[in-house]
């Protein structure tokens, strides 16, 4: 397999760059007219929309399997049942996330000025959270505890789980990080028609305040077109590595490491920036040696020669400049001193620092959230975390002095904007 390679020196070289990691995850004519359909069904028939659906896609009956929701008991005997060893990685994995998140949390403030008016800010968790978990091509019970910690954590008090369940079997890893997670009801449906339960509400499925998880084409379309009924976390793309190698690191380690997210999807991206040609050859030999080994490997192979690319620049400086016009969802300072270079590192949704850190490290256990910012959007977007499960409300305790002298100011504002109730509200209380 031979990766596209791009050189930083040519002319037309940021052109082709663009061209290489532009995606519009967004509109597909097909699928958007799918989904509208699939909302509006669930909208207008509820339940009985969603068990069509889940006959049609997930090919088994609810009603003769006991319905939708998975019971709180079921959750706790699928983690008393895993094996020692995978629960102890889980529940490893849940506490080095709680410990993380935990730095997070926002805390209520006032302040109180010299004539008495006090002014702060309360922060409170959301009601009730909606988590949609993927499976189809793979399962995540990594995404479990990386969607459900950050609202426990925040205080959320109720965190229902969506999951397409193909064959009615539920997944028993999925089960048991709901279980650690802190998830209060889980539902076997997925897709458009999970999304659209989760909005709007149905005899069965809870409505609520926020939706967050990742999804397919469809669940992203469908958590776009219910953005404003509830809050969404983000519409993710594929996922993304990025790796700057100063040419020391092993290359079957950065082999595996671009793997590591080419094997995700066909259209996932991997790119490595290196100053050393002979670097990229080495790299690029280790890819071909270790791929025929992967069991996902026509995945990957798809995803490199689709999206992937090595690079040769001129030096780490150009590198990190590169990776900030790319904004990359994961970013790998493969480098001797990475905390020099940290610096001019602009925009990444995770940073790993060093040789020893591995991108699939903060997939599941590092600590951090693996929901990232896809596509860009890390020039202006956040990893997932508590403050998205918590929301703030402004605090304004005027004093009677106080009233006098903020009067005045909004008084004038007000008559310059010729708003002649807001004017007089505020007069009043000065006593004019």
């Not at 991206?269 to 025929?292: F, H, K, M, T, W």
Request: glycine share 8%; hydrophobic share 45%.
């Amino acid at each position: 397999m031979k990766i596209r390679r791009l050189d930083s020196t040519h002319a037309d070289f940021l052109a082709q760059l663009d061209a290489l990691t532009a995606f519009e995850s967004a509109l597909d004519l097909e699928v958007e007219q799918a989904v509208a359909h699939i909302i509006q069904a669930v909208r207008q028939r509820g339940d009985e929309a969603l068990l069509e659906y889940t006959c049609r896609f997930d090919r088994w009956d609810p009603q003769g399997a006991g319905g939708l929701e998975l019971s709180p008991a079921r959750m706790s005997a699928a983690l008393d049942q895993l094996a020692p060893m995978a629960r102890q990685a889980l529940e490893e994995a849940a506490a080095r996330i709680r410990r993380f998140h935990e730095r997070q949390k926002g805390e209520s403030w006032r302040l109180t000025e010299a004539d008495g008016t006090e002014l702060g800010q309360r922060v409170t968790p959301l009601d009730r959270v909606g988590l949609y978990v993927p499976g189809g091509k793979a399962v995540y019970p990594s995404s479990v505890l990386m969607n459900a910690i950050p609202a426990a954590v925040a205080g959320v008090r109720d965190i229902v789980m969506v999951v397409p369940t193909p064959e009615g079997i539920p997944n028993p890893m999925v089960l048991a990080a709901a279980a650690l997670g802190g998830v209060t009801q889980v539902f076997a449906v997925g897709g458009a028609q999970a999304v659209a339960a989760l909005a709007y509400g149905t005899a069965t499925v809870p409505a609520v305040d926020k939706i967050v998880g990742p999804g397919n084409a469809y669940v992203a379309a469908a958590k776009r077109r219910v953005f404003g009924v509830v809050g969404i976390d983000m519409v993710a793309g594929p996922s993304e590595i990025l790796v700057i190698a100063d040419g020391q690191t092993p290359p079957d380690w950065v082999a595996m490491d671009l793997f590591s997210q080419a094997e995700h999807d066909e259209m996932a991206q991997s790119i490595l920036l290196c100053p050393d040609a002979g670097y990229l050859d080495r790299v690029e030999e280790a890819v071909n040696r270790l791929l025929p080994q992967m069991k996902r490997r026509h995945v990957i192979e798809a995803s490199l020669l689709g999206r992937g690319a090595m690079i040769l620049v001129r030096d780490l400086q150009e590198a990190c400049e590169i990776s900030s016009r790319v904004a990359p969802e994961h970013l790998e300072l493969s480098v001797a001193d990475p905390e020099h270079w940290l610096p001019h590192v602009l925009h990444a949704g995770a940073i790993f620092l060093g040789r020893w850190s591995s991108e699939s490290l903060g997939d599941y256990c590092a600590g951090p959230n693996h929901v990232l910012p896809t596509g860009r959007t890390a020039r202006f977007a956040s990893p997932l975390g508590v403050y998205d499960f918590q929301k703030r409300s402004s605090i304004i305790k005027v004093s009677g002095q106080g009233a006098q002298s903020l009067g005045r100011i909004a008084t004038i504002l007000a008559d310059q904007e010729g708003l002649e109730a807001h004017s007089r509200s505020a007069a009043m209380r000065m006593g004019t």
